[in-house]
């Protein structure tokens, strides 16, 4: 899982001699491929010359767990918080490796194969798999499923959402992204006895009404179709 | 094989390997000749294949070379030499589960991105028939399986 | 979708030969995949010079398969990465990119 991902260390580069002979190598993300270990230094350095750090699944309970002792019922916005403000930092890190990578402004790309490449450093950190759902987006919304959540495969069955740091970070780099005021909120999690986590991004009008909705003891489904609808309370 | 011998090293750390988890090192040692021999095959063949693989896609369905109004030849061609290529070479070392992991999981998820899964599962369906024609069964046998893997990871929705 | 025109890599020595069309021998030759150490690869250098070269059996299992100079060829640099990625994305798709996609919020 990384620690962070603004800005990299100026000393910290990835090195690799496969990186060395191509570094425009784009199928980088197998696992020693993406990370260059150096135990001297005790680094873990991405392809992206980012530091990372390998946690365990005691690192996400202690994390959460003291989050909520600390702030209560606090710690859902503040780890929602926390994710947006990665994902804003995110969203001029990556602009900058896109670039440098595939020689293109990232504004004329084309925009799933631009949002695959944003997310494949994720998943190969450990974050989960994702599948993103653009058939709304003439409505202004939009959809984006999340399997083996790092945090809610850590805590289990739980009967609630836990996956507030990965909503804020869609939230924050998506904001970005689109130059407009965007949230997110998880409408379904593997911490409530589903498959898979989903999540809808879209305006806070969107997302205080699947709130409220959720609140009533909707599912992801009825949500999906009230919106579809358009209903908005 | 190489990703065999990487779990084999970590798990007998310390003690002598078993004759059982010595067993996949002996039969790439037998296999060893026929993977050399096929991948040269391959090697010297694969222009051939490419447009052999090419001419009958387009006459199942021209479309296939098509994305809107443009013409994808050259980049389908690019692809196609490229996993080809690392095809064989996992082939060559009998390592299906680093092709999977250092390439086709990453291309799986581009080529969705693209729309492309149709013209994928074709192209790979083509292609065992046609290499077909350029090896012995025995060779066949060695990179059939692999390019089945690849028509199911690149060419299903 | 864009033509693309294939540069070669930068530093234009032998090195940059495109290792998929290097004929078997070299091939393994520079294969490095598990980033041996470099005593493993000084093992496999002394094979090539010495007549016999004895693999300490202290080795770990690893490194000592990896030294076995499996087809008595000649050690080269390890790269295992082609000189020139194939792969270039579309530079318009059905024309959806990220400025269309951000008007629609």
Redesign the interface.
Known sequence: MANSTWGSTPELLHQ????L??P????H?????FFQFDPNRGTIVDWNNSQNVLTTEDFIIGLVEGLEEEVGEASAATMYTIGCDWGQKDAFFFEKWFEKE?D?P???????????TWW?PFTAQGWGRWEID?GD??Q?FMFINIFDSAVARTLGDVGKPVCFLYAGLFAGFFTE????Q?SCIEIQCYSMGETYCKFLL??QDRIDAASFWLNEGATARDIEKRLRSGELR | MLSQIQRLSQETEGRYASDEELRFLVEYARSFELRVQTYQKIQAAEAQILQQVQAKMRSLDPTLFRSGNDDITNKWKRDTLRTLRYSAAAMLIDDPE?LR???L???Q??M???GAQKSCGVTYTVMQEVIKQHLTTSEASLILPILEVNRRMLGTV | MSSMTLSP?GNGSQ?TQNWLQSSVQTFFATC?W??QSIEVQSLKLSALTEVETELALNLSVQDFFAAVNWDGTSLS?????????L???????DG???????D??
């Open positions: 690799s001699s496969a990186k002979k191509n425009k190598k784009h199928n993300y197998g696992f020693k491929d595939y293109r990232m504004r004329q790309t084309n925009l799933l194969f631009l949002l695959e494949w653009l987006r003439k202004g992204l689109v130059k407009k965007l879209g305006g | 680093a992991e250092r390439f999981f990453w291309f998820t581009i969705r991105a693209f | 890599n090195e490095n598990d980033n640099s390890p790269a295992l990465a082609p000189a020139q990625d792969f270039e994305p579309a530079e318009s798709d959806f990119t990220l400025t269309d996609f951000s629609l919020f």
